[in-house]
C-alpha cells in the first residue's frame, strides 16, 4: 500500500515535472520568436546597422572611446533608458527593469585596434591606422538592440538588466577598470556575445568551463657591454644572450609543461644593434605567453622571468623582465559558467533550432570578459558572422575583415531573451512561492 502510494507520488512528480518544462519551453520558444521577428524588422535592423556603421567609420582605441561612449548615451537617451557614466573613463552601465534583484548584466566592448582598414566598401573607417576589426562595433549594436528589446518589455522584467559598455577591451583589461568602479557589485550573473568569422550566420556556438586562454606580455631588456666586434674579450655580447634566452624560453612548453596540458610562449620582437662591427649595448625582446589553467600561467610566467635573468647571467649581462602587471596583465583564463553555459544554450536552441547551436573548440585567443568570469557566473557565446556572398570570412583582427550584418538581429535578440529568461528562472518572488 505505501509502496503504491510512493510510486503514484513518484509518478505524479515525474510527469508533473515534465509537464512543467515542456510548457516553459513553449514559452521560450515564443519569447525568443516574439523577440527576433522584432530585432528583424525593417526599421529596427537598420537603426541598429546604422550605429554599427556610425561607429565603424570612426573607430576608438581603449580608453579614447569618446564618440563611441557619446553616441551610445545618445541613443539610450532616446530610448529612455538610464545609465551611469563616466564608469572607467569611457564606460556607460545601463539598467531596465524593476532596479531589484536578480540582476543579471550583458556586455558589449567598444574599442577598435590600430589597424589600417583595407576593405573597399562604403561605410569604411575614416580614420588612418584605425579600424573595428574584432566587430566590437557591432557588439555595441547588438547591445542596443537588446537595449531597445528589453524596454520595449520593462514592465514585466523580473530584476534588473544592466547593460554594460566597456572601453578598452584589447591589451588594455578594461573589464578590470569596469570592476574597480563599483557599480557592479550587486551582479549575479554577466553575459556576452562575440561574433565570429568560422561560423555561418544564424549558427551560434560555446562550450561549458574554460573556452579562452589567459594569457600576459612580457617586455625584456638585456644589458651587456658595447663596444668594438673584435674585442668580444672587453665586452659582454647582449645579442648572444637574447639568441640562447629566446631559444631556452622555447623549452618552458616543450619540456616543462605537461603534453596534455596547453601551453604557448612566443617571441613576438627583437631589436638589437645598428651595425655588423658594433657589439650593442642591450638588446629589447618580447612577446606573449598563454594557458588554459591559472597554474599554468602563473608557472610559465614565473620560468620566463628565470630564464631570461639566469641565460643573461650565463653571457655576464643582466636580464630584467616586465609583466606589465599594472595594465593589469595577465588576463585570466576565461571561463564559462556551466548552469549559466546550459541557460543560454536552451535559449539559443529556443531561438534558432538545435543544429544550429554548436560546441565551440578551446581557443588559445583571449578576451579581458575573463576578469568578470572570476567574480560572477559569466559566459561567451559566439555568434557566426560568415555569408560567402559577402566573403565575411576573414579572421578577427585582419584588415579585410568583414561582418554579415544581419546577425546583428540574432545577436540583439539572443541577448535580450537569455537575460529576460534569467530573470524569470531567478526571480526571487518566484522561488520563494514554489
Ligand atoms: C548573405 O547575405 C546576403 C546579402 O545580405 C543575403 O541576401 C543572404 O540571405 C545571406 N545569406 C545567409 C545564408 O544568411
Known amino acids: 500500500m505505501v509502496a503504491l502510494m510512493l510510486l503514484c507520488l513518484l509518478m505524479q512528480t515525474i510527469l508533473g515535472q515534465s509537464w512543467a518544462s515542456e510548457t516553459s519551453e513553449t514559452e521560450l520558444e515564443l519569447l525568443t520568436r516574439e523577440l527576433l521577428a522584432s530585432a528583424k524588422e525593417a526599421e529596427f535592423f537598420e537603426w541598429m546597422r546604422g550605429v554599427r556603421r556610425r561607429i565603424h567609420q570612426y573607430p576608438e582605441i581603449g580608453f579614447e572611446e569618446h564618440r563611441t561612449s557619446q553616441l551610445i548615451r545618445t541613443e539610450l537617451d532616446t530610448l529612455g533608458i538610464e545609465y551611469t557614466w563616466p564608469v572607467a573613463k569611457t564606460g556607460v552601465v545601463a539598467s531596465v527593469g524593476s532596479g531589484s534583484k536578480p540582476v543579471f548584466a550583458l556586455r558589449a566592448d567598444m574599442d577598435a585596434l590600430p589597424l589600417q582598414e583595407q576593405v573597399g566598401w562604403e561605410f569604411k ?74 561560423l555561418p550566420t544564424g549558427v551560434i556556438a560555446s562550450r561549458p568551463g574554460p573556452l579562452l586562454a589567459g594569457s600576459g606580455l612580457f617586455s625584456a631588456t638585456i644589458k651587456g657591454k658595447g663596444g668594438h666586434a673584435a674585442a668580444p674579450h672587453k665586452n659582454k655580447d647582449s645579442i648572444l644572450a637574447a639568441a640562447s634566452a629566446v631559444v631556452a624560453l622555447q623549452q618552458i612548453v616543450s619540456r616543462e609543461t605537461n603534453p596534455l596540458e596547453a601551453g604557448v610562449v612566443t617571441v613576438g620582437y627583437l631589436k638589437g644593434g645598428e651595425a655588423g662591427n658594433v657589439i650593442p649595448e642591450s638588446v629589447n625582446f618580447g612577446g606573449t605567453f598563454r594557458s588554459l ?120 535578440a539572443l541577448n535580450a531573451a537569455v537575460a529576460i529568461s534569467y530573470l524569470d528562472t531567478h526571480d526571487v518572488g518566484n522561488l520563494l512561492k514554489s
Request: aromatic share 8%; glycine share 8%.
Open 125 to 198: 573607417s575614416k580614420i588612418d591606422g584605425k579600424m573595428h576589426a574584432c566587430g566590437h562595433d557591432s557588439h555595441v549594436a547588438m547591445l542596443l538592440g537588446a537595449a531597445k528589446l528589453l524596454q520595449s518589455k520593462r514592465d514585466i522584467l523580473k530584476g534588473t538588466v544592466k547593460l554594460v559598455f566597456q572601453p578598452g577591451e584589447e591589451v588594455y583589461a578594461g573589464a578590470y577598470h569596469m570592476l574597480q568602479h563599483g557599480i557592479l557589485n550587486d551582479i549575479d550573473a554577466i553575459f556576452f556575445i562575440h561574433v565570429m568569422p568560422s
Open 293 to 412: 589553467t591559472m597554474e599554468g600561467l602563473s608557472h610559465i610566467q614565473e620560468r620566463i622571468k628565470e630564464v631570461i635573468e639566469l641565460q643573461s647571467a650565463v653571457h655576464r649581462c643582466e636580464g630584467t623582465v616586465d609583466f606589465m602587471e599594472e595594465t593589469p596583465l595577465p588576463y585570466p583564463v576565461m571561463i564559462n559558467n556551466e548552469a549559466l553555459y546550459e541557460h543560454a544554450k536552451k535559449v539559443g536552441e529556443a531561438l534558432l533550432g538545435e543544429p544550429n547551436v554548436e560546441l565551440h573548440p578551446l581557443i588559445m585567443g583571449t578576451e579581458d570578459f575573463s576578469f568578470y568570469s572570476h567574480k560572477f557566473a559569466a559566459a561567451i557565446f559566439f555568434l557566426g558572422i560568415k555569408n560567402e556572398s559577402l566573403k565575411s570570412d576573414q579572421p578577427l583582427h585582419s584588415s579585410l575583415f568583414v561582418i554579415d550584418e544581419q546577425a546583428s538581429s540574432v545577436g540583439a
